[in-house]
Every structure is written in structure tokens, then in C-alpha cells.
């Protein structure tokens, strides 16, 4: 670990540099500054940490529900988070030598890896005509959104490709891109960044929530595929309105069938009150342990599991992205459609 900053040595360098002639101030900004430069502050930064008692210079340390908050604001904290970080991803390339093998083995180079598909180009050009270019500090848009694909964006991302029509088609084209995001991911060493195109991303989000609940279910099997994919995302799509909307529309169609007499009318509450259905999707209920975060998917879903706990609602996109191991823009995305859910 770095030896910590001198602050009483920082404060009797300081004062020489504000009070002292005019040759001795220059000197003493400069030993000031060749003593912050190694902890990664600068001159500018000296009067906030005498001030504050040196405090940007501690370590983060584990709260009381066991996270540790790193502020990025803070220069020490910046380095203890990038250490941790490296042991980790050394850890993790350890660990998983034989799937990064098999990845590289499989395209035939890194850069191959990572390479944008003939279908990611396709993707972006057929959404450029909406991108918008963000100001300092904001994200660019796409049709005026950011977090997901607008209906003039998905008609264009459709030019390039019809969209599924089928819940299985639907899946299957999911899990295509999810399989390209994870292979680079495992590629990247698990640096779990966002790894499609744009315009693939646009897609591979949009393709969720046809499987949720915009393709209507042609029978009870593809029900089924639906349920399994809300159970598999941990919370992540789980529109339960459009379960029901299938069964109930299925039912009433098996209902009217030639020799089939109508099974009656199905009752509402079958004996489930509100407050145990509630408890099912509790967070404690769907802790995934941070060791197993190994699919976009299971990152997703922690993202949410963080989302719905009162302390999660109230940090920054930042810091829950570090705590799940995706991004910033991928936590935002999911906070906004948790929102719109509601």
C-alpha cells in the first residue's frame, strides 16, 4: 500500500508557501506539489485536504450492510478501487483460463473477438439518421432516448431484419447476441463492459420485451418459454399482465372448441392474498452471490436485486454498476424501465 500523505508536513510546506517571501512561496509550491502529485492530487487540491483533515486520502471502508462505497471523487479512493480491480480481473483470467482459451480458439484472434458483426454495422447505419451527439457531460440520443430504442428506431433496426413474430424466435435471436456479449466479456478477462454495437444493443433490448410481453403467445408452450425467461432474468422482464393475458385468451380459445365444453368461468383470487404474493419477489429471495455474476443476465439481475432494496434506490448509478460488474449506462437502463413498470 502507498505511504500515506504527510498532512503536517503538507500544512508547514503550505503556510511557507502563503506567508513566506516571494522566492520561498515558489519553492514551497513546488515541494507541495512534488509531495501531493505521487497520491494523485494536485496543487489546486492542497487547501480542500488541509481543510478536511486529509479525509479524500482514506481508504474506503465496508458499511454496515457489508458494501463497500468507493468515491470516485476521491483520489484514494480511486486507487483502491483500480487495485482491487486488477486483482480481481488476475483472479478471474486465472481462474478461467481454459474458457478464455476456447473463446480465442473458437474466433481465431482476440481482434476477431471484437470485431463488429456484418449484422452490428447493419445495425448502426440503419439508426445514424436519429443519433444526436450529447453536450459535455450528457449522453448522445437516439431519436431523442438514450436507455432504449424509440418505435421510429425499432422500424428502422427492422429494415435490416424483420422482427421475430414467435416467442421461440424471439429467444433464439436473444440469446445469439447475449452469447456474442458474454463470449467477449470472457474474451475482455470479465471487465463486464457493454460489448455490442449501439445498434445491436438497441436490438437485444428491444428483443426482451417482445419476449416479456409483446408477442402474443400462439400456445401453452410458448407461454411456458415466456415464464421461464422472466424467472431466468431474476426480475429483470417480469411482466406478469402478460402471462395472465395469455392463459386467460388461450383458455377462452380451447374453451369454444367443437365438443369442448367451457370449463366455467376461472375466479379471480384462487386463495393467494396480495401480501404473499409480494413476498415471493423480496430481494432476500433472489440474492445472487457476486462470485457467480458470470452471464449478462445474472449481472442484469443483480442490478434489479440492488434496485428494489431501499439503500439501492438511493446510491448512484456508479456505484451500483461496480457492485454488479456492468455499467453505468446498463444500470440506468434498468432503473428507467423498473421505473416505467412501476
Known sequence: ?????????????????????EGERDAARNRAEALVKP??????????????????DDEPEPS??????????NPAHQRAYARAERKRQAAWRMANRAKIDE???????????????AEEKAYDAAIKPFHKKGK????????????GPTAKVRAALATVKPWPDTIPDAIAEYEYWEKLHDDRNIADGNNQYNYLSQGADFRYWALGDLI???????????VIIRLRFQEASQGTYNDSDAILRDL?????????????????DIPLDRGFSAASVGKVGDAKNRATSPSNLD????????????????????????AIAQMAGVSPTTVGNIKRRMTRLG
Not at 500500500?1 to 517571501?21: F, H, P, R, S, V
Not at 450528457?138 to 431523442?144: F, K, R, V
Not at 386467460?248 to 366455467?264: C, M, N, Q, V, W
Open 1 to 21: 500500500m502507498a505511504k500515506k500523505l504527510n498532512l503536517d508536513l503538507l500544512n508547514k510546506i503550505w503556510t511557507l508557501a502563503e506567508q513566506g517571501t
Open 39 to 56: 497520491h494523485g492530487y494536485t496543487l489546486a487540491d492542497v487547501p480542500d485536504l488541509l481543510l478536511t483533515e486529509g479525509y479524500l
Open 64 to 73: 454496515a450492510g457489508g458494501f463497500t462505497f468507493c468515491d470516485m471523487s
Open 103 to 117: 473463446v480465442l480458439t473458437r474466433y481465431g484472434s482476440e481482434e476477431a473477438v471484437f470485431a463488429h458483426t
Open 136 to 147: 459535455a457531460g450528457q449522453c448522445d440520443t437516439w431519436d431523442g432516448e438514450h436507455f
Open 212 to 222: 416479456d410481453k409483446e408477442i402474443e403467445a400462439r400456445n401453452i408452450s410458448d
Open 248 to 264: 386467460e385468451r388461450l383458455h377462452a380459445e380451447e374453451s369454444l372448441k367443437p365438443g369442448i365444453s367451457g370449463a366455467g
Open 295 to 318: 452471464t449478462a443476465t445474472k449481472r442484469r439481475a443483480e442490478v434489479v436485486r440492488i434496485l428494489q432494496t431501499s439503500e439501492g434506490m438511493r446510491m448512484p448509478l456508479r
